[in-house]
């Protein structure tokens, strides 16, 4: 009888310590750290009738990378860099319809975002987040009938610029492991002087190159 009590007071108090094993192992994280992360993107252009008539849709995918600066498990400061790539065709506006006119139109996009923010201490594996940043977007067109020698807007013209914008997010971050987190946020990006002067773009009367995106991190780090 006292073997069976002393297993029934040592499985109570595993069980008891368990909870608090687990989050001193998920609790201990330096005051400084530095952590890199992949991230996948998809994001839904603001300039919708834009991307539609290139693409045949308004959203799109991006994937790359960053590292984040974590001090005191609260205050944060993030870079990423990420990229967009993708063939469409050449299109023109005309009476509020759009036409494609066959002609390949390879585009690139290339984010780089700097952020800062602040982590909510909710749980040891849970940290909600929100953050504020500027952002430098590389834009480039490609075509192998670009005719640079025509008057505009008669030829389709290549193109390869940057413009520099604004960018938030807010999401949740979840500690998977004591050096793994997995994360997903909603972002809004704001990015003017880029669209808009020509093209397609500019018959369908939208010069930002922003929009609102679902992404999802793999962290790694404390």
Not at 18 to 23: D, E, G, K, N, T
Not at 156 to 163: F, K, M
Request: some cysteine.
């Amino acid at each position: 009888m006292r073997i069976t009590r002393c297993l029934v007071l040592g499985l109570v108090l595993a069980a008891l310590a368990a909870p608090v094993a687990a989050q001193t192992a998920f609790d201990d994280t330096p005051a400084l750290s530095i952590r890199p992360f992949g991230v996948g993107t998809l994001e839904s252009f603001t300039a919708v009738d834009t991307f539609k008539a290139v693409f045949g849709r308004s959203y799109e995918p991006f994937l790359g990378g960053g590292v984040q600066i974590v001090v005191q498990d609260q205050y944060f400061v993030e870079l990423t860099a990420s990229r967009f790539e993708r063939t469409g065709q050449r299109a023109f506006i005309s009476g509020g319809k759009t036409f494609q006119l066959g002609i390949p139109l390879k585009t690139t996009i290339t984010p780089f975002e700097v952020t800062g923010g602040y982590r909510f201490r909710v749980s040891p594996r849970i940290r909600p987040y929100a953050a504020a940043g500027v952002g430098l977007y590389w834009y480039k067109e490609e075509s192998d009938f670009a005719d640079q020698t025509a008057a505009p807007p008669a030829r389709g013209v290549d193109l390869d610029t940057r413009h520099a914008g604004f960018v938030v997010n807010g999401g949740v971050e979840f500690r998977a492991h004591r050096w793994i987190g997995v994360s997903a946020d909603v972002q809004y990006t704001h990015v003017t002087g880029i669209l808009g002067t020509a093209g397609v773009s500019q018959q369908a009367g939208e010069n930002d190159l922003g929009g609102v995106a679902g992404r999802v991190k793999l962290i790694v780090g404390r």
